[in-house]
Nanobody, 123 residues
Framework: QVQLVESGGGLVQAGGSLRLSCAASERTFSSYTMGWFRQAPGKEREFVALRSWSGASTYYAEAVKGRFTISRDNAKNTVYLQMNSLKPEDTAVYYC????????????????WGQGTQVTVSS
């Protein structure tokens, strides 16, 4: 199972930016779809963005489209989430996840998950 470790969360004012990173332990990382999800207090985990192993499939939730960018560096086994124009409603714990088989927005189709990193956006 792939070990995933997120970093880069923190406290930022509305309109600011953060870049999250997710480092994977598996040397076959380059063959996995990588996704970002988030979970706000009292809410279900929701899809944010995904990028397939080749980069041919990149998909964003409507709530973040145009503000967030997912990218990956397969040589470094790392996926990134650049978050710009942050809003208070982006406040959540952000998780990265990997999937061997699917380029999916559905959390249950991901095999491995990181521990999460907190993002707090103040108004």
């Amino acid at each position: 199972q792939v070990q995933l470790v997120e970093s880069g969360g923190g406290l930022v004012q509305a309109g600011g930016s953060l870049r999250l990173s997710c480092a994977a332990s598996e040397r076959t990382f380059s063959s996995y779809t990588m996704g970002w999800f988030r979970q706000a207090p009292g809410k279900e985990r929701e899809f944010v963005a995904l990028r397939s192993w080749s980069g041919a499939s990149t998909y964003y939730a409507e709530a973040v489209k145009g503000r967030f960018t997912i990218s990956r560096d397969n040589a470094k086994n790392t996926v990134y989430l650049q978050m710009n124009s942050l809003k208070p409603e982006d406040t959540a714990v952000y998780y990265c996840a990997s999937s061997k088989l699917f380029a999916s927005t559905r959390a249950h189709q991901y095999d491995s998950w990181g521990q999460g990193t907190q993002v707090t956006v103040s108004s």
